[in-house]
């Protein structure tokens, strides 16, 4: 057994990664998320057999390729209920979603509530930068109502961004924290918080995408640690959430304590020759 | 069919419960040794609402309805008229009303069929706890020859817990309505049998069919969204999964469930989705990535009218052309269709095998004729279909794990999480052997022909057809069909045949990929086809145009739901040929 232990503990961050080279533009937030995320593996010590990591479409969702842990990449908007399936036919896997603003809260926006309330053992990290990077610049749902820098919205959305952390809470998930990609150390320890947490872990991850908005490379002198620590209480979570602008990061806002949803697979005597008597005449 | 046989219908309104009724008909009828069909119509109201059972028995297993009935039991007029399409009568058919609630209505009189008063809400109400449907039963049983035995071990079994007092009311009013009986005017009567040996004798739907074959098949993992008339499938499998260690969850739309069972069949677990039209449109795209990861899912689609939500609670098939070219790609997989509700349980065991061998999505296609019909039928037998998942358990020395390594094939060893060494990323987007994304024009030839040739060169034998011939042997005429509405060509075939007719009936149970060389030495010989589907545009039809070659004198019988096609107007097809 300890054999075993100090086996596990060789793995380096490094060993979590695949010889893929990412598509990603030079300068994109989402190779420190992918450091981080590799990192956090590290930390928690979990064979790469142990681990899947699933995602949608879009620039962050191809994550899973570049790792070398089990990884699943799907359709636009559909990891999480594929991470919900793979996680409860396979309940002792370590299941990761990583996703964007545009996949989980627009196309995939029904199946985020849905993963919140069902509050499945899973982690979701999604890399937020308010906009559609692989389609060339389209406003998602958490951009700015005034944003101006869509051909397909030239006169900005006129729309209220959505509040991810505030849904997400309603929604029922289990923890909640707010990252920044400017800090992978800080970021790979959140992580390992969110993973170690039962039930649906909720990661928003600011990852400026330097391509198509690059005035948020001045993000890494917005962001502020936040001042307070994680409350367990709801209420208190929700009216923080309501009023914060969205750059307070680095800690964990909120832990609850709901018991995940697990349907047990349970070994039972039942037979298939039972089911069929109940047909006999 | 052969056999004697009387086909009935019992209608009513809400609280008349004429769909208990039927099923306790059923039984009885099998405690009697008789076989028996009984499908059923109902409005589109929530609860209450009008609703018919339309039942056959027979002394032989039974494919189909008839393309009358002898006997219609309206316990009353409410609606009924709305159903009156769908339960022709005849000069010769006997209709029974309750005198006290007024005249049959118009539309049930076109052929003017005997009439007869049947005073069931008086004398239910002379019994304490007596009720009219009770009355109707006993009539019914009396007049077809149903002996008072075989209802009463029923109707005790079944109101065990109301008490006593409850069971003798029943029979009661069932032994008022039986002496009722001989006033009334005369229906075919069935000749007694013999029981059957114990066992021997199976009371299942389509949909509960669906689900054992399912769960035979080894699916341990259901998504669940409800939709009618699929929901019957999900509700089954819901407590059954949990008898055998499996589980099912409901999700929160069909997108969620198509992915779950992508998720949980990539980790290993067998698994499958119920739906209709509707849920089958959502879930395409997903069921193209399951194409493109070989990833291993079943899709139950129990068909009704569309399109668009259609008419939900009845009968159709059309959705033929979705389940065969619904995908946007070139999308190699696999289609199979239940011609019969005992064959929705082979169908979809059989669709599990497919699926799991050739680790890529089948899509498995009922109708909500065959799902929602009650059939007295003999003992399905024991299925075991050899070959499953092949995985892969090991690393090759020194090499990288080649998930989507081009084989002879075409199928590879999946590995399944867990497994050291062996990690891999399962991909929608296009990729090399070793699942890593690739545009190059010679990954996507070489894995597009992969996977093509796993459904290709894979050994259907001879489940692709049910072929029949006549008695006298298959002729020159063949009847070419699928789905629910093989049962009226098997009855066609079977009444052809007793007028000494040759042709042969072949019902095709693969309907993707096609068996062009199947299909040509099934036609050996034949000159005329007849091509019977229920569909508005004739899909089956242009699909067997488009894949097989067809006898030079082929026609096509296709209506849309919700009326099937009798086996009267395929059998007037097969005797014009003859003459």
């Known amino acids: ?281 | 069919m052969a056999a004697p046989s009387v086909s009935l219908v019992i209608a009513g309104s809400g609280g008349a419960g004429v769909v208990t009724a039927g099923s306790l008909l059923l039984e009885a009828a099998a405690n009697a040794g008789w076989y028996a069909l009984m499908t059923r119509s109902a409005g589109p109201q929530i609860r209450g609402g009008e609703a018919a059972a339309m039942i056959r028995f027979a002394t032989e297993p039974i494919a189909s309805h008839d393309d009358s009935f002898h006997l219609l039991v309206a316990i009353d007029w409410e609606n009924i008229s709305r159903f009156a399409a769908e339960i022709p009568l005849m000069a010769n058919s006997l209709l029974i009303g309750d005198p006290a609630l007024g005249e049959a209505p118009a539309a049930l009189l076109c052929n003017s069929p005997r009439q007869a008063g049947l005073a069931m809400s008086e004398i239910a109400s002379a019994i304490e706890g007596g009720r009219s449907n009770m009355v109707a039963l006993g009539a019914i049983a009396g007049m077809i020859g149903l002996p008072v035995a075989a209802m009463e071990s029923v109707v005790s079994r079944q109101l065990r817990r109301k008490g006593q007092a409850a069971i003798d009311a029943s029979m009661a009013a069932f032994n008022a309505g039986f002496a009722a009986a001989t006033g009334l005017p005369a229906v075919p009567r069935l000749p007694g049998v013999d029981a059957a040996p114990n066992g021997e004798r199976w009371s299942i739907t389509g949909n509960e069919a669906t689900g054992l074959g399912a769960i035979r098949g080894g699916v341990r993992f259901v998504a669940a969204y409800p939709i009618t008339p699929a929901t019957e499938v999900l509700e089954w499998l819901a407590p059954s999964l949990a008898k055998v260690g499996g589980v099912l969850v409901q999700a929160e739309d069909e997108l969620a469930s198509i992915n779950q069972i992508i998720g949980a069949s990539y980790g290993g677990v067998p698994a499958l989705t119920a739906t209709s039209g509707p849920g089958l449109s959502l879930m395409i795209e997903s069921i193209g990535l399951a194409v493109a990861a070989e990833v291993p899912v079943v899709v139950v689609d129990v068909m009704r009218v569309g399109p668009s939500t259609g008419i939900a609670t009845k009968s159709e098939q059309s959705d033929l052309n979705i389940a065969v070219y619904g995908m946007h790609g070139d999308a190699p997989h696999v289609v199979v269709a239940a011609n019969s509700v005992a064959d929705c349980l082979f169908t979809t065991q059989w669709a599990v095998h497919l699926a799991e061998s050739m680790q890529t999505p089948t899509l498995v296609l009922t109708d909500q004729l065959l799902g929602q019909s009650r059939a007295i039928l003999p003992r399905p037998a024991e299925l075991a279909f050899i070959g499953q998942r092949q995985t892969a358990v090991v690393a090759e020395e020194g090499q990288r794990y080649q998930r989507y390594a081009l084989t002879g094939s075409g199928v590879s060893p999946m590995a399944i999480p867990g497994t050291p060494g062996l990690a891999y990323t399962a991909d929608g987007l296009e990729h090399n052997e070793l699942g890593t994304p690739s545009s190059q024009a010679s990954d996507h030839q070489a894995q597009m022909d992969k996977r093509l040739r796993k459904v290709a060169r894979f050994d259907y034998g001879s489940h692709w057809a049910d072929i029949v011939d006549a008695e006298a042997g298959g002729g020159n005429i063949a009847i070419i069909t699928w789905g629910s509405s093989t049962g009226p060509a098997r009855e066609a075939l079977d009444r052809f045949s007793a007028m000494g007719g040759k042709a042969r009936l072949i019902s095709l149970r693969l309907i993707a990929p096609a068996q062009p060389d199947k299909l040509a030495a099934a036609l050996a010989g034949i000159e005329r086809a007849l091509v019977v589907e229920q569909s508005h545009g004739g899909q089956f039809h242009r699909m067997l145009r488009a894949f097989y070659d067809l006898p030079r004198e082929t026609l096509a019988l296709h209506q849309p739901g919700p009326l099937p096609i009798g086996p009267g107007r395929i059998l007037d097809q097969l005797n014009a040929w003859r003459t």
């Not at chain 1, 199946?111 to 069902?118: D, V, Y």
């Not at chain 1, 982690?123 to 869509?150: F, L, R």
């Not at chain 1, 952390?165 to 390992?192: E, T, W, Y």
């Open chain 1, 1 to 281: 057994m300890e054999a075993a232990v100090a086996e596990k503990r060789k793995l380096a961050a490094k060993d979590y990664k695949s010889d893929i080279k990412p598509i990603w533009c030079p300068g994109c937030g989402d190779y420190s998320v992918l450091n981080a995320l590799t990192r956090a593996l590290a930390e928690l010590a979990l064979r790469p057999e142990e681990v899947a990591v699933v995602s949608g479409i879009g620039c962050s969702s191809r994550i899973p390729a570049y790792t070398s842990v089990y990884g699943f990449h799907g359709v636009h908007g559909r990891a999480l209920p594929v991470a919900t399936g793979l996680k409860l036919a396979r309940p002792e896997l370590t299941v990761l979603v990583t996703s964007g603003d545009g996949d989980g809260f627009s196309i995939g926006g029904n199946h985020f509530l849905h993963a919140c309330r069902r509050n499945v053992d899973i982690t979701y990290i999604v890399m937020d930068n308010q906009v559609y990077g692989m389609t060339k610049g389209q406003a998602s749902p958490t951009t700015a109502p005034d944003w101006e820098g869509s051909k397909l919205t030239p006169e900005g959305t006129g729309i209220n961004p959505f509040q991810p952390l505030v849904v997400g809470l309603a929604s029922g998930a289990n923890f909640i924290a707010r990252v920044s990609a400017s800090d992978p150390i800080n970021m790979a320890k959140i992580i390992v918080e969110a993973v170690r947490h039962p039930g649906f872990s909720l990661v928003q991850i600011l990852s400026p995408c330097v391509t198509f908005r690059p005035e948020q490379q001045e993000w890494r002198d917005i962001v502020r640690t936040a001042v307070v620590d994680y409350t367990d209480d709801a209420a208190r979570a929700a009216r923080r959430l309501m009023t914060d602008d969205g750059f307070n990061v680095g800690k964990v806002l909120y832990k609850g304590s709901r018991p995940p949803f697990k349907p047990e697979f349970e070994v039972t005597d039942g037979s298939i020759a039972e089911l069929e008597a109940s047909f006999v005449i």
